[in-house]
């Protein structure tokens, strides 16, 4: 007809007034669409219909969200408990359900070595020696006088040192 608008798409031809969203019936006419299944859908009518909600902020993920414990979160929203630190594509852990960084969870709920005072993660394997109600790293686990690993060796104990036998034969 003259004067109005033809639209194309994949080789079909409609009148701008019959080229409409399936759901909301709503003239698409140069609006983003979105088409599913044979049908075409303006975006807000595919986003409530099909598209995955956050669980966090309840909206609609369109482009690039993750699934964590079998939920959809959008990558912004996918963030540590404690400091709100993007998680998506960094290495976290949980504890009571809740998603930590490596750093907050450690600085929260790791054991501190005796040795150097750092967390002990426990993270990727990494082993660690447990005495009493004391933990070290492999490698703070050291004579206090002569320095020499006790991993794998008998010690002695001195109040809060731990001593290689050679070293502790004098106490």
């Not at 080229?19 to 983003?32: D, N, Y």
């Not at 750092?118 to 004391?134: A, C, D, H, Q, V």
Request: glycine fraction near 8%.
């Amino acid at each position: 007809m003259p004067g109005t608008r033809k639209m194309e798409y994949k080789g079909s031809s409609w009148h701008e007034t019959c080229f409409i969203c399936h759901r909301c019936q709503q003239p698409i006419g140069t609006k983003s669409f979105i088409p599913k299944d044979n049908q075409n859908f303006c975006v807000p009518c595919y986003e409530k219909q099909h598209a995955l909600q956050c669980v966090q902020c309840k909206k609609p993920i369109t482009t690039g969200g993750v699934t964590y414990r079998e939920q959809p979160w959008h990558k912004e929203c996918f963030v540590c408990t404690a400091c709100k630190k993007q998680l998506s594509g960094q290495r976290f852990t949980a504890r009571d359900e809740f998603a930590y960084c490596l750093s907050c969870f450690c600085d929260l709920y790791a054991k501190k070595c005796a040795g150097c005072t750092n967390p002990i993660s426990g993270l990727g394997g990494t082993k660690y020696i447990s005495f009493e109600e004391r933990q070290w790293h492999n490698d703070c686990f050291n004579c206090k006088k002569c320095s020499l690993s006790l991993v794998g060796r008998g010690f002695l104990t001195e109040r809060d040192d731990i001593l290689c036998p050679d070293c502790g034969k004098d106490i």
